[in-house]
């Protein structure tokens, strides 16, 4: 596979064309922002680590029918994934109280709730990702009716997948942000990465952050975290074969 001409550039990745029309790689990088790109920043190693883990999350969602932009893993920090139509949502499943959750409707993070819960946010940079219900994405045309229930089915169903997995590996899977894609067809993938980057996974035994949430407040110890839960995915994994 020739790695061609970068077509984009995201803050953790970008992405080159190949000698496929209809494949692409991605090839993750260390910077990491937050807050709409306010705070910048290096995680030394972050890129190897997401790579590796959003494929090895991919491969187990694959195994259970998820349908993935995943085709094969090229390099440590290159992957080669299905061309994909970006569907312009954020799609964010919540089975604990954290982040903007907890801030927006004056909640301790921690609340378990008794079921998971979906919302959607708009990706859209100039508008800060602004939170959307179905009416408003329909409305705009950002999706139809049919996507939105398949995008919502295919989210709730990788949650108890990812859930069980975390479990397995002493791991709390907190919140996570997904993004999907349409194939030429017209069918629904899960594209984007799974990653600390776009999870929040708490140690299941002392609630410690082993997720992004250690750049984004300044808690230290960020490298030391990804290693750690790349570790902790390793030997679950590894249980899992
Ligand atoms: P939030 O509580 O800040 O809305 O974040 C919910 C989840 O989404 C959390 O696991 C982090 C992830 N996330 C992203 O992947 N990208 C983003 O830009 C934001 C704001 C959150």
Known sequence: MIKGEQIYEGKAKKVFATDDPGLLIVSYKDDATAFNGLKRGTIEGKGIINNKMSNALMRMLRKRGIPTH???????????????????????????????????????????????????????????????????????????????????????????????FWTSCGVTLVDFKLEFGRLPDGSIVLADEISPDTCRLWDSETGKKLDKDRFRRDLGGVEDAYREIMARAEQGLGEVK
């Open 70 to 164: 995943f085709v094969e893993e090229l390099g440590e920090r290159d992957t080669l994934v299905k061309k994909v139509e970006i569907v312009p949502l954020e799609v964010i499943v919540r089975n604990i109280s954290a982040g903007s959750f907890s801030k927006r409707y004056g909640v301790d993070e921690g609340l378990v709730f008794s079921e998971p819960t979906i919302e959607f946010s708009y990706k859209n940079d100039a508008l800060g990702d602004p939170l959307i219900n179905d009416c408003h994405a329909l409305a705009l045309g950002l999706v139809s009716r049919e996507e939105l229930e398949e995008i919502k089915r295919l989210a709730f169903e990788i949650n108890g997948v990812l859930k069980d």
